[in-house]
């Protein structure tokens, strides 16, 4: 049976008290619409149709980079959930098969519950997916004959002892397309809020004689994010899944809660993660690495055996081979280090390639951008730079070449060389003692003017 997900994206979010429409506020890195995407992917769907309004053109170019082949349609007053999965009638105009809803602030349903609801399909028209909540609030409540669900009745409209039922809605909604679309064109907006309910989708159903039925799920998976209280909590939410994933994978997590993690973050077993390290997007470690504290990392690949840290920071395009060093207050951004290189003190290393087991002395540079343009810094395999070097770009640093301490190197260096770029040194013997002897004199003069 092929499968097309509509996820609806269209509500403002009053209650984030944002300029960004709410589905883009981030998760773990990315945007909270994406979350709902990725669980949805997990079923492999034929289509993908997002259901935008509030901040439609940024909806749609997020869901573009992610997706270039879903559809997002646009449903230009938000009148209800129903009226909401109605807008994407159209792009499903020839679509045969099951439609799956799901919403787009609700993004941590698991792609096994998902699984559950097609397996509960068979011969019901619709499956719905609930939870026992703790608190069951303004949930939509869940009307349960035996396995048959008769009725989705909203807060507004149920009675008291509707309202006593916990068994309620996550908003999830799984039906044959067709059928769907017939059912949400009986939809009227007679109730408590003038809302077109997609949840009478239920009654309408079971009034044409068919089955419908519930699936449930545990409460976490159907956390709905309205302010920033609950983002945070879905952020807690994501991290604590994240970390107890890979510690299962066989990674070292010092103190789990200190470590920040992406949704898309790849770390191998046997590497361990001091504390207060963050994982921004993109970021992938190999086995057996060594992430040490107060670290930051985004878009940069870290090979088998490398320690870096700690307090250093990887930018994107920052590459470590196998076995390199990145020390403390170490910034690298889109450079290439080849095998054992070390860079281990107060260091930039940017748009550079850095050969195996070079050496980088504290305080050296890459003067990469000129205001204008940024430029390359080659450097060779076993080269040792020697501290507080300056790298103007473009430039070449051969093989075991040295650069002296202190050298401002604007041309390139021949393999095996040393260059030395920096002012000679002089020695006036005896001269600091006078000087001191002055400028001692002049503040005991400026002491006694004070007086
Ligand atoms: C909905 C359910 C309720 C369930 C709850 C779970 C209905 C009628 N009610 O209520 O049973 O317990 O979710 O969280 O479905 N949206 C649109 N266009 C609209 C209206 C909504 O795109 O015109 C989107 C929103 O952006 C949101 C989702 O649909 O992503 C749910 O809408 P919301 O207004 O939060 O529904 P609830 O009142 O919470
Ligand atoms: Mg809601």
Not at 90 to 119: C, H, Q, S, W, Y
Not at 210 to 235: F, K, M, Q, W, Y
Not at 276 to 297: C, D
Not at 351 to 365: E, F, L, R, Y
Request: aromatic share 4%; glycine share 8%; charged share 25%.
């Amino acid at each position: 049976m092929s499968i097309a997900l509509v996820i609806l994206a269209a509500g403002k979010g009053t209650r984030m008290q944002s300029d960004l429409p709410k589905v883009l506020h981030e998760i773990a890195g990315a945007p909270m619409l994406v979350h709902a995407m990725q669980s949805g992917a997990a079923l492999d769907p034929a289509r993908v149709v997002i259901v935008a309004g509030h901040g439609f053109e940024a909806v749609r170019d997020t869901v573009a980079a992610h997706d270039p082949d879903a559809t997002v349609v646009r449903q230009k007053d938000q009148k209800g959930t129903a009226h909401a999965v109605d807008a994407a009638r159209d792009a499903l105009a020839d679509f045969d098969g099951d439609v799956i809803v799901l919403f787009g602030d609700t993004p941590f349903v698991r792609p096994e519950t998902l699984t559950n609801m097609v397996k509960a399909r068979g011969d019901n028209a619709v499956v719905v997916l609930g939870f026992e909540a703790t608190d069951p609030g303004k949930y939509g409540r869940l009307v349960m004959q035996d396995q048959s669900l008769e009725a989705i009745v909203e807060y507004a409209d149920a009675t008291d002892q509707q309202r006593a039922i916990s068994f309620c809605n996550s908003g999830v909604m799984l039906a044959d397309s067709k059928a769907l679309f017939s059912m949400i064109s009986e939809i009227e907006s007679d109730n408590a809020q003038e809302e077109y309910y997609l949840t009478d989708v239920v009654a309408i159903a079971r009034k044409r004689g068919l089955s419908v039925t519930a699936v449930a799920c545990a409460e976490e998976e159907t956390l709905g994010i309205n302010s920033r209280l609950h983002l945070a909590e879905a952020e807690g939410i994501f991290q604590e899944r994240a970390r107890r994933d890979l510690m299962e994978l066989g990674v070292t997590l010092q103190d789990p809660a200190s470590v920040m993690l992406s949704h898309d973050t790849v770390i191998g077993r046997d590497t361990v993660i001091e504390p207060n390290v963050y994982f921004a997007p993109g970021v992938t470690v190999e086995s057996g690495a060594h992430i040490r504290a107060f670290s930051h990392l985004e878009g940069c690949h870290v090979s088998r055996g490398a320690i870096v840290g700690p307090y250093a920071r990887l930018r994107p395009g920052a590459e470590l081979a196998e076995d390199v060093r990145i020390g403390n207050f170490v910034e690298i951004k889109n450079a290439i280090l080849d095998e054992g290189a070390k860079v281990n003190h107060l260091t930039y290393i940017g748009d550079a390639s850095v050969g195996a087991a070079a050496n980088i002395g504290a305080g050296t540079v890459t003067c990469n951008y000129d205001g204008v343009m940024k430029h390359k810094t080659t450097i060779g395999k076993r080269a040792f730079i020697g501290s507080d070097t300056m790298l103007v770009a473009p430039v070449t640093v051969g093989d075991g070449a040295m650069t002296a301490s202190g050298s401002v190197i604007t041309e390139d260096v021949p393999d095996g060389a040393l260059a030395v770029a920096r002012a000679k040194q002089v020695n006036k013997p005896g001269l600091a003692v006078k000087l001191f002897e002055l400028l001692k004199s002049k503040k005991a003069k400026q002491d006694k003017e004070r007086v």
